[in-house]
Nanobody, 125 residues
């Protein structure tokens, strides 16, 4: 799998929204999912959401549940992460990767996956 490319990050005020995109070389792969993770300054990588490419089943970490929505457009080979009600605690570099669908629910940030370079999200007034 080629390295995916994340985009859409930026500076936003608390309570604001951003939509991240993850462009993959070939999104429509059976038995795969797209996982989003993030890494805040001084903290470890956190898996926050995953979507099955074939069936669209979604998973969320408690930290983002109810505020973030993951989706995918297989025709465009792109996955999205809509982030609403952002707080300073969401400030981080956000990454995406294709992962085996059988581990999508784990949100385990598998080291064997090909993660992108990331996109910076900063939530600040």
């Amino acid at each position: 799998q080629a390295q995916p490319v994340e985009s859409g990050g930026g500076l936003v005020q608390p309570g604001g929204s951003l939509r991240l995109s993850c462009a993959a070389s070939k999104l429509a792969e059976d038995s795969y999912g797209i996982e989003w993770s993030r890494q805040a300054p001084g903290k470890g990588r956190e898996g926050i959401s995953c979507i099955g490419i074939t069936d669209g089943t979604t998973y969320y970490a408690d930290s983002v549940k109810g505020r973030f929505t993951i989706s995918r457009d297989n025709a465009q080979n792109t996955a999205f992460l809509q982030m609403n009600s952002l707080t300073p605690g969401d400030t981080a570099v956000y990454y995406c990767a294709m992962v085996p669908s059988r581990v999508c629910h784990v949100l385990g940030v598998p080291a064997y996956a090909e993660w992108g370079q990331g996109t910076q999200v900063t939530v600040s007034s």
